[in-house]
């Protein structure tokens, strides 16, 4: 186990994640020796441990009787009582995953419905609708953390309004549960961290509708991806090109979205290929879709030469284009020899999973050493 040094100055906030450092972290630890390793008083140090024992996050063990009297009880996570809620808000519809500290689903739900169509009202009881019922089905076990992962289609600037702002304070006024609100996105991050030995300095680069990123750095996933979006979209990957709406010209987000390479295979469209997807253009070994096909590889080298000297990730992932390209990109980028980073391409993931598994390192595997 780490070596726990004391801060003077920290804030509770502080105190009370290193009572659960030191909790989650044992097999079993007393109330005096959180104190002594915390710096604070036992009452203090009590005060928090109740706090979490009323929370259903921790279980205290109470030794036998020997010679010497009782020996005190000792504390340590509660994991086989643990359950974590992913839910999903897409445009469509809402869906959830409980799962266990295994990661195993216990408990799923969708439902067809049109956020934007309902009132917020309708919205959130359906929310407490969902973690009622969860509640319900597992009534010896405790939901200890949930994530409310919001399409981006749900939030500015795709969305006029950020209905759902305050939905985790919202939730957690009504539940008493730790809720956390997250982009699909950004909660893929958290699965791959679990399928990679707990790498910390993740990279997710999705060119889709619109460029996505998905950021984890030193576990902790940043508070403003949507700027860092907005950077990289913005990163000139044609001098020549065409005049941007933000000023510059030959932004990377008019060359790699799928609106723009559907425009660049119109562009080479002729009698003979005319309707061709790209991927039976390539299969097909035409020209014209070989030749799209580098560049397209291209553009994301620079994307990744980008991601790189901005993040340091230890992990560079990718989806979204076809994995022809990819291997382009990948094969441009480790030209040099020079950069050691392991490369990803992910297939299809199931971000509701991907919330339920970034509430279960939230809420308490973050804390665990």
């Known amino acids: 186990m780490k070596l726990y040094i004391m801060i003077k100055k920290s804030n509770r906030q502080e105190i009370k994640n290193l009572a659960k450092e ?59 009582k643990l359950l ?34 309902e009132s917020k009202l309708r919205v959130i009881n359906r929310i407490f609708d969902i973690i009622d019922d969860c509640i319900r089905a597992f009534p010896d076990k405790r939901t200890a953390g949930i994530c409310i992962s ?28 730790a809720v956390f609100r997250e982009l699909p996105i950004n909660t893929i991050t958290y699965s791959i961290r679990e399928e990679n030995n707990d790498v910390r300095n993740i990279v997710l680069f999705h060119p889709g509708k619109v460029i996505e990123l998905g950021i984890m750095k030193n576990g902790i996933v940043p508070g403003n991806t949507l700027s860092l979006e907005h950077e990289l979209s913005h990163t000139k990957a044609e ?11 030959g932004c990377l987000e008019h060359y790699v979205t799928d609106a723009a390479v559907r425009e660049m295979l119109s562009s080479i469209e002729t009698e003979e290929n005319k309707g061709i997807l790209l991927e039976d253009g390539l299969e097909r070994k035409l020209p014209g879709y070989r030749k799209l096909a580098d560049k397209l ?73």
């Open 22 to 80: 030191l909790i989650f972290s044992s097999n079993g630890i007393t109330r005096r020796e959180i104190a002594d390793k915390t710096g604070l008083d036992v009452r203090t140090c009590s005060s928090y441990v109740d706090e979490l024992l009323k929370q259903g996050l921790i279980c205290e063990k109470i030794p036998a009787l020997n010679s010497a009297g009782r020996p005190p009880s000792l504390y340590c996570l509660n994991s086989g």
């Open 84 to 117: 974590f809620l992913g839910i999903v808000l897409r445009t469509e519809s809402i869906s959830s995953n409980l799962i266990d500290m295994d990661n195993n689903v216990v408990k799923e739900s969708r439902e067809s419905i049109g956020i934007e169509d």
């Open 150 to 177: 919001v399409s981006r289609w749900l939030r500015p600037p795709l969305s006029f309004l950020d209905t759902f702002e305050e939905i985790a304070e919202i939730v957690f006024k009504r539940t008493g549960i």
């Open 239 to 249: 001098r020549s090109g065409e005049l941007c709406y933000c000023g510059g010209n």
């Open 297 to 369: 590889s291209e553009y994301c080298c620079l994307a990744f030469e980008k991601l790189y000297k901005t993040y340091k990730p230890e992990i560079l992932s990718y989806t979204g284009l076809l994995p022809e390209i990819w291997e382009k990109a990948v094969g441009k980028f480790n030209k040099t020899g020079k950069i050691k980073v392991k490369f990803i391409c992910l297939g299809r993931v199931d971000t509701t999973y991907t919330a339920a598994l970034t509430a279960s390192y939230k809420a308490v595997k973050d804390f665990i050493r």
